[in-house]
């Protein structure tokens, strides 16, 4: 993969985007229905990644005269492929794959299905009907990274992302380190999305190790690793959502990627006819990533200095170096 620096300039509400500029897309007449369809790996109601997405879909539905459907348990490649198509016969006009694993799936029926439009998230679009929104995980991780690197007393943090190859972990251990050349971070992958057995195993054992920060990236299994630092009265960071509702007490602030309001503007651009076919970036700046109120553990001092950081990366006073999907 090419790594290269980049600011994201890129506004999700502006006019100018090349991905919404488009003369012969598809209009829907205004106040005609049409047919939105989500496809999600895990479940919907996991308080995180797909539970956002299927909260954007019933606001398509609420708002936009749309008829709408959800699949769940969409986790192979088999079943990626099947259901899409399923859908697409079905006559559904925009369907949404809520993650990278619906890149190959998408971009290879995109050609057959030329009156339906693709929308997956995290990869690269290879077709004019294929759009690939993608969030900026090395700022996540870079910022969540400086949060608990700040607060740890023990100066062993704990991450369990979902994969080891997942982009935010290097950003999020070099943001530790940054803060004292004494803190450690320990990492094990669960190998899974949503194995909430593996994760708090994984937790336990950091805990005992003396980790006192634990951050979980994941999407069915954040709150049980959250609930694991409650127990042992550690703390935690969440992961996609502000997720200080599973313990105040616990939860110092969570990553956030405000996927609903994404999939309610896409919704938008492509009943207006402005949805085009590319891949887009979207970082903090774009006010589709922020960081989660602080909870009450966070000293004033400790917030100042995140803020001035996370404020100077906005202005791109400083970039990271950030891996685009070839």
Not at 29 to 40: I, M, P, Q, R, Y
Not at 68 to 97: M, P, W
Not at 149 to 171: F, N, R
Not at 176 to 184: G, P, T
Request: aromatic share 10%; with cysteine; charged share 25%.
């Amino acid at each position: 993969m090419r790594v290269i620096i980049i600011v994201i300039l890129v506004l999700i509400a502006t006019a100018c985007s090349p991905l919404f500029q488009v003369e012969n897309a598809v209009r829907v007449k205004e106040g005609t229905s049409f047919h939105a369809a989500l496809l999600v790996e895990g479940e919907i109601y996991d308080q995180g990644w797909d539970s956002q997405a299927y909260k954007g879909l019933k606001e398509i539905e609420r708002t936009m005269n749309a008829k709408v459907k959800v699949v769940q348990y969409v986790d192979n490649d088999d079943k990626r492929r099947s259901e899409t198509e399923a859908l697409a016969k079905e006559g559904y006009q925009l369907i949404f794959g809520n993650g990278r694993s619906f890149e190959r799936a998408f971009n290879s029926l995109a050609k057959k299905y030329p009156n339906t439009h693709f929308v997956f998230f995290n990869g690269q679009s290879k077709e004019t009907n294929v759009s690939a929104m993608n969030f900026t995980p090395e700022s996540m991780g870079y910022f969540s990274g400086m949060v608990a690197g700040l607060m740890t007393k023990t100066h062993k943090v704990g991450l369990i992302p979902a994969y080891q190859s997942m982009k935010e972990i290097d950003s999020f251990v070099k943001a530790v380190k940054e803060q004292n050349s004494a803190n450690q971070v320990l990492i094990e992958e669960v190998q899974d999305w949503n194995d909430g057995e593996k994760a708090e195993k994984i937790a336990r054992e950091m805990i005992k190790s003396g980790v006192d920060i634990l951050v979980p990236m994941g999407d069915g299994f954040n709150l049980k690793v959250i609930m694991e630092a409650h127990h042992a009265n550690r703390l935690a960071i969440g992961y996609i959502s502000n997720q200080s509702f599973v313990s105040k007490e616990t939860v110092i602030t969570s990553t956030v990627q405000h996927v609903t309001n994404l999939y309610v503007e896409i919704a938008k651009k492509y009943q207006e006819g402005t949805l085009q076919g590319g891949s887009l970036y979207f970082d903090f700046q774009d006010g589709v990533q922020e960081l989660a109120p602080f909870g009450p553990m966070v000293p004033p001092e400790v917030q100042k200095k995140v803020m001035l950081r996370l404020a100077q990366y906005k202005e791109g006073k400083f970039t990271l170096p950030v891996v685009v999907h070839k």
